[in-house]
């Protein structure tokens, strides 16, 4: 049955051509740094399965030695000249974004051919299969059409890569940490300390501390989905659902809306808050975090008077 391994196949397959990449790109003084890194995440897509806790565990404080000590440099390696990508953008025109609208097209039709086919396609995987299906059709359309070196689809990946750095596993690492607060009782211990800190019968106190709670916990997991289980365990459910009779769907979708404010504030959501930053080459790293902050603020201001007011109506 295809699914994830068929999936982590293909990523472990691409990590590993960075890795090949990167090694022999002798104009990158880190060059081993982030040959090392991609082989790490590549060893993780084809084998975590089989290397067992111990191993995953080892290769994970591998990936963050390498990210910690500064090891990984952006590479020098040149797949395109500018003036070539020039004369090409002008030759094609908007066609050039085909192959980049073929993926989103084919996740979207696979997913719905995908699910007439439950014995071949895991049910549960139906749209992973088909995004990665559609990557490899779009990968296909561009060596047909544009005819390139083999290995420059591969150098264009590589370049976006090293412009992120370590950043771009940043989200699937705090993904696992929520995991960890969940399975670890963070809520009940959360839900212990809040319950102690709100006055008796203080209905805007607990709102406050759930709303608050929710933007400063995905400050601090980089991911409102991450940090709503620890606050909704924690405040939601016993305070103001069990005991002051809230709608329950309010506060959920309520506190989620706080919790993103706390994404528009944080560099552990490094995917809105680093990545553009990065791609843009802007020299201030924070300079997106500071343009958000003023909206961010009033935004969470008035989440919290939306969950006072609606959702104990």
Known sequence: MIGTNFIYAVAGLMFAAFAVLSATDRGNAKRF???????????????????????????????????????????????????ERQVEATRRGNRLFLPALTIPATALLGTLAFAAMPRLIDPKQITLVALTSGVILALAIGYAWFRPRPATPFAEGLRLMDS??????????????GAVFALAGVGQVVGGVAGAAIP????????????????????????????????????????????????PAVIAAIGMLAGFCGTLMTPMAANFNL???????????????????????????????????????
């Not at 090392?36 to 993780?44: D, Q, T």
């Open 33 to 83: 740094g982030n040959a090392g890194f991609y082989a790490l995440l590549s060893v993780s897509f084809l084998f975590g399965d089989r290397i067992g806790d111990i191993g995953n565990g080892m290769l994970v404080l591998g990936l963050v030695a390498i990210a910690g000590t500064g090891a990984m440099g952006r590479g020098a390696r040149a797949s395109t000249t500018p003036v």
């Open 164 to 177: 992120v750095s370590w950043a771009a596993v940043l989200p699937q690492m705090l993904a696992s940490l």
């Open 200 to 247: 008796d019968g203080s209905l805007i106190g607990a709102v406050l501390v759930y709303a608050l709670g929710m933007a400063v916990f995905t400050m601090v997991m980089g991911n409102a989905f991450a940090a709503f289980p620890v606050m909704f365990a924690a405040v939601a459910m016993p305070l103001l659902i069990g005991r002051y009779g809230g709608d």
């Open 275 to 313: 990545v553009p930053a990065a791609l843009l080459d802007l020299k201030d790293k924070g300079a997106v975090i500071r343009a958000q902050v003023p909206t961010a603020l009033p935004l969470l201001v008035v989440n919290i008077a939306l969950l006072y007011w609606l959702g104990f109506r």
